[in-house]
């Protein structure tokens, strides 16, 4: 009898204890769109800085509020004066398909901050319904149904 193995299983799952370990690693470099907003709009201190690292045309083109102005190639010049290096800071970029946020938060890190990178970048803060500001003023789109529960305030994850 032959078992065929499938391409998900052809590489056996870790174990328990690598899994939690990876996972538990992941979480301490990455964070997501929805928490930070959940931070942001909870009114008391976030207890982060975050940093949008993209051009000044892509920030006045629309930015998280609140946010810091910081393009990743300015960040060895300027983050010793804009950053606390006792607040730990939240890098974004445009998306998914952009490694800014991680090449400023690698930046960062190397000066001596603690940092993690948001997922999703400004294109998922836009998809999920969320707030942002542009050179004309404050903005809203309707959240796409594919990134964000339409008729619920949280996934529930």
């Known amino acids: 009898m032959t078992t065929t193995v499938n391409a998900v299983l052809r590489v056996a799952p870790a174990a328990p ?36 690292s993209r051009s000044t045309e892509a920030w006045d083109q629309g930015h998280v509020p609140g946010a810091l102005h910081l393009p990743t190639a300015s960040v060895a010049e300027e983050a010793g004066r804009l950053l606390d290096p006792a607040v730990p800071v939240v890098t974004y970029c445009w998306g998914p398909g952009c490694n800014g946020a991680a090449r400023a938060a690698l930046a960062l890190a190397e000066l001596g901050y603690r940092v993690k990178e948001m997922l999703g970048g400004f294109e998922y803060w836009v998809r999920e319904g969320l707030a942002f500001e542009t050179w004309q003023g404050p903005r809203r789109r309707e959240p796409d149904p594919l990134t964000a529960p339409v008729a619920a305030g949280d996934c529930g994850c």
């Open 17 to 52: 204890a690598e899994a939690a370990a990876h996972f538990r690693a992941s979480l301490a470099f990455h964070t997501d769109v929805s928490d930070v907003a959940a931070a942001l709009a909870s009114g008391d201190d976030p207890g982060f800085v975050l940093v949008d």
